[in-house]
């Protein structure tokens, strides 16, 4: 299986790529712009492989995706590329919208043409036997909850930033492809990501590398917003299932079954390092920022089989110490706002 892997060399996509790499003996494209979020150090234990491709270019570059569908004999997409962080969407909106709607738009156009099996039939729904596109997005695309209750499936989707409004549109594309094309199209959606090669603009990298240092650690409001946290590598366990087994045209929430409160995470942090608490600076609160969210895994676990590994305190002490044994990688990048 020849499979193209978007946004390869940022945290998912890196850990992805090593976690399918160590599995099977599958050949892997990684296609990824590397901006300030992508890292070809996340992949430098791989990078040796006859198996994996590294291609430096822009999912927007149709001629380009089109030279990578025909030179690899493309399988699989996983499409992981995407402008991610909330704070950033707020300041500059539309290189989001270019990205992630626009960017996702032209992989499905190439993957479309690339394997139908009549290109002369523009009418044609049938493609070669075996393709699948898997698009990766959030649960921030279903806004956010109450004190109770969960995101299914089934949610109506209501985006409050720029961001998540950017993927919730991408979301809804890869979804008609499906529909109207019969594109054999996946989408997941998944909670808030914590693990190794995290790029330190998110909350938990961050305050491990401020708490090292003894640095204020800035956290938005009171804290108490909370978030359900998966580590990457259950969230990359989770897709190889959906790559194997998942439904075309569903949707499969994949979520750690880890509430907690952003206060709550960063104490555990100040704690594990024994670190004062004191550290902990409260700034203004982002705009429009969502005070819950929370995944039902009940699909993805009834229908594939999956759930999730690790505990939250144990995937965290794991964290720390990754990142503490690799200060040289992170204090190499460059942190750029708070979550």
Same mark, same amino acid.
Request: some cysteine; overall charge negative.
């Given at each position: 299986?020849?499979?193209?892997?978007?946004?390869?060399?940022?945290?998912?996509?890196?850990?992805?790529?090593?976690?399918?790499?160590?599995?099977?003996?599958?050949?892997?494209?990684?296609?990824?712009?590397?901006?300030?979020?992508?890292?070809?150090?996340?992949?430098?234990?791989?990078?040796?492989?006859?198996?994996?491709?590294?291609?430096?270019?822009?999912?927007?570059?149709?001629?380009?995706?089109?030279?990578?569908?025909?030179?690899?004999?493309?399988?699989?997409?996983?499409?992981?590329?995407?402008?991610?962080?909330?704070?950033?969407?707020?300041?500059?909106?539309?290189?989001?919208?270019?990205?992630?709607?626009?960017?996702?738009?032209?992989?499905?156009?190439?993957?479309?043409?690339?394997?139908?099996?009549?290109?002369?039939?523009?009418?044609?729904?049938?493609?070669?036997?075996?393709?699948?596109?898997?698009?990766?997005?959030?649960?921030?695309?279903? =806004? #956010?909850?109450?004190?109770? !209750?969960?995101?299914? &499936? /089934?949610? *109506? +989707?209501?985006?409050?930033?720029?961001?998540?409004? %950017?993927?919730?549109?991408?979301?809804?594309?890869?979804?008609?492809?499906?529909?109207?094309?019969?594109?054999?199209?996946?989408?997941?959606?998944?909670?808030?990501?914590?693990?190794?090669?995290?790029?330190?603009?998110?909350?938990?990298?961050?305050?491990?590398?401020?708490?090292?240092?003894?640095?204020?650690?800035?956290?938005?409001?009171?804290?108490?917003?909370?978030?359900?946290?998966?580590?990457?590598?259950?969230?990359?366990?989770?897709?190889?299932?959906?790559?194997?087994?998942?439904?075309? =045209? #569903?949707?499969?929430?994949? !979520?750690?079954?880890? &509430? /907690?409160? *952003? +206060?709550?995470?960063?104490?555990?942090?100040?704690? %594990?390092?024994?670190?004062?608490?004191?550290?902990?600076?409260?700034?203004?609160?982002?705009?429009?920022?969502?005070?819950?969210?929370?995944?039902?895994?009940?699909?993805?676990?009834?229908?594939?089989?999956?759930?999730?590994?690790?505990?939250?305190?144990?995937?965290?002490?794991?964290?720390?110490?990754?990142?503490?044994?690799?200060?040289?990688?992170?204090?190499?990048?460059?942190?750029?706002?708070?979550?």
């Amino acid at each position: 299986m020849n499979i193209l892997v978007t946004g390869g060399a940022g945290f998912i996509g890196s850990n992805f790529i090593k976690f399918m790499l160590s599995r099977y003996d599958y050949t892997i494209i990684n296609l990824d712009l590397l901006t300030y979020a992508g890292n070809l150090l996340n992949l430098k234990s791989i990078q040796h492989l006859k198996r994996y491709h590294f291609i430096q270019g822009d999912i927007q570059d149709r001629n380009l995706l089109e030279d990578i569908f025909q030179k690899y004999d493309i399988h699989t997409v996983i499409h992981f590329a995407a402008e991610s962080h909330v704070d950033r969407s707020i300041e500059d909106p539309e290189i989001f919208i270019k990205t992630n709607v626009l960017g996702t738009q032209a992989l499905l156009d190439t993957a479309k043409e690339y394997w139908k099996t009549d290109n002369r039939n523009k009418f044609s729904t049938e493609y070669k036997q075996g393709v699948k596109f898997i698009h990766i997005s959030t649960d921030e695309v279903y =806004g #956010e909850l109450g004190k109770t !209750g969960y995101f299914t &499936e /089934k949610t *109506n +989707l209501a985006p409050n930033s720029p961001y998540s409004a %950017s993927k919730a549109a991408s979301d809804m594309i890869a979804k008609a492809y499906y529909e109207t094309f019969q594109l054999p199209v996946v989408i997941t959606r998944c909670s808030n990501n914590y693990g190794p090669y995290q790029h330190p603009e998110k909350l938990i990298p961050l305050m491990i590398q401020r708490a090292i240092y003894e640095q204020p650690l800035p956290l938005y409001g009171d804290g108490k917003q909370v978030r359900d946290w998966l580590h990457v590598e259950d969230h990359c366990s989770a897709i190889d299932i959906v790559l194997h087994k998942g439904r075309n =045209g #569903e949707t499969y929430n994949i !979520g750690g079954n880890n &509430e /907690k409160e *952003n +206060l709550e995470i960063v104490k555990f942090i100040l704690k %594990s390092l024994q670190k004062s608490e004191d550290l902990i600076s409260f700034v203004p609160d982002r705009l429009g920022h969502d005070r819950r969210y929370a995944i039902d895994n009940f699909k993805i676990t009834s229908e594939l089989g999956w759930s999730p590994a690790f505990a939250l305190d144990e995937g965290l002490k794991q964290t720390i110490q990754w990142f503490i044994r690799n200060k040289q990688w992170m204090d190499s990048i460059n942190s750029v706002g708070i979550v």
